[in-house]
């Protein structure tokens, strides 16, 4: 029986932690460090999980009045997402350096001797915390490059894409879902609050080869490309249904499970895009991948899209293979119309 038939096979209800251990069993010369890494990602998930469900009250609401390195304004629950998830890691040992959308240079977080290095987005569809809308986690872990027992730098985490060794999500929606890959397929699992426990209820996650559904901002649509104008047409005579909650890890999630396309391109606001390269589009572009979908920067996949520096951004057009693929055709003819 091969890895993913004993996956398939595992009874729905096993707690991640089980998984974790399972997967590790998998792997002999796996040493541990990863599955707790990923046990301290869980841990924070359901403390933050715990701050969400607060969210109207007042200590939770609002913004603090600083802005984060893009210049947004830093929400509160930004701030205790951002807290928790530096604190989790910090304590667990595993991670010796983190970079955060709310902080503008690398997190040191003492663990010197540690493997591993995270990118992380705390608090997803920041828009959103106010209005009780699905909001969510987003992580991306490398193998660090720098000699252990030295302080990490920029190059353990400019690795490009394609160097992730985990990456996943965390959605705080109807209920809490944590999504990830270790390279090996998509699991996600939902947490049982009064149980305290995650269970895997989405073994295998394999994204539909194609969909009806397409999420984008038509607020932008002025400043689009000629090619991103005219895919969407396609999808309106097509009768495809608009999808946008401006959470992407929400509007991602859904496309995961139901099939769709979700995009960001470049506008006259964030003429590169607003989504960031290392803590938002390569994770979910390597989970999209190990499901079967496709992602590109409009030009080229999107995980090898060249890093430069930690807060890059990247236009971002993610999910079924056949809508990217149809897309990106899209704009190859546009493009050649134009020269
Ligand atoms: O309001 P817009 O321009 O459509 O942008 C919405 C997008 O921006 C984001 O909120 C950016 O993420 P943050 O909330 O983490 O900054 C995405 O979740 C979402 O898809
Ligand atoms: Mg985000
Ligand atoms: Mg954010």
Partial sequence: MTFLDETIALPVGVTL?????????????????????????????????????????????????????????????DMIAHIRFMRA???????????????????????????????IDPLDGSSNIDVNVSIGTIFSIYRR???????VNANDFLQGGEAQVAAGYVLYGSSTVLVYTTG??????TYESSLGEFFLSYPTIQIPEDGNLYSI??????????????????CRNRRYSARYIGSLVGDFHRNLLKGGIYFYPPTRKTPQGKLRL????????????????MATDGKQR???????????????????????????????????MIQ
């Fill in 89 to 119: 890691l910090r304590n667990g040992g595993e991670v010796a350096g983190i970079v955060s959308e709310e902080e503008e240079n690398i997190v040191l977080t003492g663990n010197d001797e540690a493997k591993y290095v995270v990118a």
């Fill in 145 to 151: 490059l720098s000699a252990q027992g030295t302080k």
């Fill in 217 to 234: 901002n038509d607020g932008n649509m002025p400043d689009f490309p000629e090619a991103i104008l005219r895919y969407i047409d396609l």
């Fill in 17 to 77: 932690d089980r998984f974790i251990k399972r997967n590790q069993e998998a792997f002999p010369f796996a040493t541990g460090e990863l599955s707790q890494l990923l046990r301290d990602i869980a841990l924070a998930a359901k403390i933050v999980n715990r701050e969400i469900n607060k969210a109207g009250l007042v200590d939770v609401t609002g913004a603090i009045g600083t802005s984060n390195i893009q210049g947004e304004a830093q929400q509160k629950l």
């Fill in 184 to 189: 090996h397929g998509v699991n996600g699992f």
């Fill in 302 to 336: 999107l995980l090898e899209v060249e890093i430069k520096n930690l807060h890059q951004r990247s236009p971002l057009c993610i999910g079924s293979s056949t809508m990217v693929k149809e897309a990106e055709q899209v704009y190859v003819e546009q493009s050649s």
């Fill in 278 to 293: 290392l803590y938002e589009c390569y994770p979910l572009a390597f989970i999209v991948e190990q499901a079967g979908g």
